[in-house]
C-alpha cells in the first residue's frame, strides 16, 4: 500500500527509531535533501542516454556513473537513519578520479561562470546547487549532534557537487558553447 496514514499529523519515522519525529524536523530535512539531489540526478541519467566524456580513469557513460552515485545518496541516507551502513574512501576517491580525469579535457578555471549552455549543463548546475543544499542539511544535523556520519559520508558530499560542476562546464566543453564569466556591473 502506498500511504499508511501514520504521516497525516505531519511526523515520521526512520530506521530503527521508535519515536516519530516532525516531518520539519532537521533530520526530515536531511533526509529529504538527498532524496531531492537522488530524484534530480535521475533526470540528468534519463536525459544523458549514453553520453561518454571519455576519461583516460573510465570508460563508463555518465549515466553509469550517476547511477552510482545515486546507490551512494541511498547508503548516506541509510546512515543518516541509523542504519549500519557508511560510505567509504573508495567512494570518495571514484569520485576524485572522475572530477580529475573531467578536468584534464577542460580548460583551466579561471572564474565563476553564468550557469547556462547546453541542456545537461544547466541540469548539471542545478544538481550541483541541490547537491549543496543536501550537503547543508546534512552537516547541521551532524553539527547537531542529532546524527553521527563516518569521515567520508561529509568528504563524499562535497566532491558530488564538484562532479556535477565538472559535468556542467564539460557539456558545455563538447558542445563547443564558451563558458561566460559574470560581469559584476
Same mark, same amino acid.
Given at each position: 500500500?502506498?500511504?499508511?496514514?501514520?504521516?497525516?499529523?505531519?511526523?515520521?519515522?526512520?530506521?530503527?527509531?521508535?519515536?516519530?519525529?516532525?516531518k520539519?524536523?532537521?533530520?526530515?530535512?536531511?533526509?529529504?535533501?538527498?532524496?531531492?539531489?537522488n530524484?534530480?540526478?535521475?533526470?540528468?541519467?534519463?536525459? +544523458? %542516454?549514453?553520453? *561518454?566524456?571519455?576519461?583516460?580513469v573510465?570508460?563508463?557513460?555518465?549515466s &553509469? #556513473? $550517476?547511477?552510482? =552515485?545515486?546507490?551512494?545518496?541511498?547508503?548516506?541516507?541509510?546512515?543518516? +537513519? %541509523?542504519?549500519? *551502513?557508511t560510505?567509504?574512501?573508495?567512494k570518495?576517491?571514484?569520485?576524485? &578520479? #572522475? $572530477?580529475?580525469? =573531467?578536468?584534464?579535457?577542460?580548460?583551466?578555471?579561471?572564474t565563476?561562470f553564468?550557469?547556462?549552455?547546453?541542456?545537461?549543463a544547466?541540469?548539471s548546475d542545478?544538481?550541483?546547487?541541490?547537491?549543496?543544499?543536501a550537503?547543508?542539511?546534512?552537516?547541521?544535523v551532524?553539527?547537531?549532534?542529532?546524527?553521527?556520519?563516518?569521515?567520508?559520508?561529509?568528504?563524499y558530499?562535497?566532491?558530488?557537487?564538484?562532479?556535477?560542476?565538472?559535468?556542467a562546464?564539460?557539456?558545455n566543453?563538447i558542445?563547443?558553447?564558451?563558458e561566460?564569466?559574470?560581469?559584476?556591473?
Amino acid at each position: 500500500m502506498l500511504y499508511t496514514r501514520k504521516g497525516d499529523t505531519g511526523t515520521t519515522k526512520t530506521f530503527g527509531c521508535d519515536q516519530r519525529v516532525s516531518k520539519s524536523s532537521s533530520i526530515a530535512e536531511a533526509l529529504g535533501s538527498l532524496d531531492e539531489i537522488n530524484s534530480f540526478l535521475g533526470l540528468i541519467k534519463v536525459k +544523458a %542516454g549514453k553520453v *561518454k566524456f571519455n576519461l583516460p580513469v573510465t570508460e563508463i557513460t555518465v549515466s &553509469e #556513473i $550517476i547511477n552510482r =552515485i545515486q546507490q551512494d545518496l541511498f547508503i548516506i541516507q541509510a546512515e543518516l +537513519a %541509523g542504519a549500519g *551502513k557508511t560510505i567509504t574512501a573508495e567512494k570518495v576517491k571514484w569520485l576524485e &578520479e #572522475i $572530477i580529475d580525469g =573531467i578536468e584534464k579535457i577542460l580548460p583551466p578555471i579561471k572564474t565563476f561562470f553564468v550557469a547556462g549552455g547546453v541542456e545537461l549543463a544547466t541540469l548539471s548546475d542545478i544538481a550541483r546547487t541541490i547537491a549543496r543544499r543536501a550537503e547543508r542539511r546534512v552537516v547541521g544535523v551532524v553539527d547537531e549532534g542529532k546524527v553521527k556520519v563516518g569521515k567520508d559520508t561529509l568528504a563524499y558530499l562535497n566532491r558530488l557537487s564538484s562532479v556535477l560542476y565538472a559535468f556542467a562546464r564539460s557539456f558545455n566543453h563538447i558542445a563547443n558553447i564558451q563558458e561566460e564569466a559574470p560581469k559584476y556591473n
